[in-house]
C-alpha cells in the first residue's frame, strides 16, 4: 500500500560507493509518493568515486525513480552536499525537472518554516582541515563494513532490531558526541537567526527530531547504515521513519517502516 505524504526528505544516501543501502531505499520508495521530494546533500558521492566507482543498477534505478517522480507530480529539490559538491558550480539551474539549491525555505503545511540545508558548513571538522575529514571517511567506512559481518552474524543467530556499530562508536565516543551536539545547536541557532522555526538537514549521519532552543532540529540521517527518511504529512506534521530491512533472507519475507519519531504525537 502506498502512502501520499506532503513532502519526503532524503541525505546522505552515499550513491557510487559499496556502503550506500539502495535496495533497502529502493523498497522504501516504493511506500511513498510525495508531492515534493528534498534530496538534502550527499547523494551522489563522487568523492569517493575519485578513487573507486561502485555502480551496480539499483544505483541507476534510484536515479530513474527520481528523474520519474520529478517529470510526474512531484516537485524535486536537490541540494548538494560536501561529498557531490562539484554541483555546487550548478546552483540555481534545473535539470530537467529537477531543482538545483544551495539550500532552501520549505514551508509546511501548517505554516512552519523550515530551513533545508545538507550542513556541512557547521561542520568544523570537514570546514577546516579536509585531510582528517578524509581519514575519518576512511575508519568509518571501516566501521560500516565490519557492521555489515555482524548484521550477517546477528541474523544467523536469530537476533532481530537495527543495531549499528558506527551508530554505537558515534554514541559512546565523547569526543564524537560533542561534535554532535555542537553540530545540532550551530544548525539550530541559524534557522533562529533566519526566524525561521525549524531546519532539516544531514551531513552527521545522526538521524535526529527534537527541540533545540525552540527550533525543531531535523536531520535525514543516512541510507548507508541507518536508513533513515523524514516525511512531512498532509497536516505538516513531521515525522522521523526508520525502513527496517527483513530479519531473514528469505523471499517472502519483506521490510517495514518503522516509526522513530514525531514531535506532535499524543
Ligand atoms: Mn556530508
Known sequence: MTRH???LFLSDIHLGTRACQADHLLAFLKEYECDHLFLVG??????AMSRAVYWPASHNTIVQKVLK???HNTKVFLIPGNHDELLREHVDSNFGDVHLVREHVHTAADGKKYLLLHGDEYDQITALHRWV???GDISYTFLIHLNRGLS???RKLGVSGHWSLADYAKRNV?????FISD???AVAR???QRGLDGVICGHIHTAAMRNIENITYINCGDWVDSCTAVVEHQDGRMELLRWEPPVAAANDEQGKVVRLHTPDAA
Open 183 to 185: 553540530f545540532e545547536t
Open 174 to 178: 565523547l569526543q564524537a558526541v560533542s
Open 42 to 47: 550527499d547523494i551522489i558521492d563522487f568523492w
Open 152 to 154: 550477517w552474524l546477528r
Open 133 to 135: 575529514s578524509i581519514l
Open 5 to 7: 505524504v506532503r513532502a
Open 69 to 71: 517522480k520529478a517529470r
Open 190 to 192: 541559524t534557522a533562529a
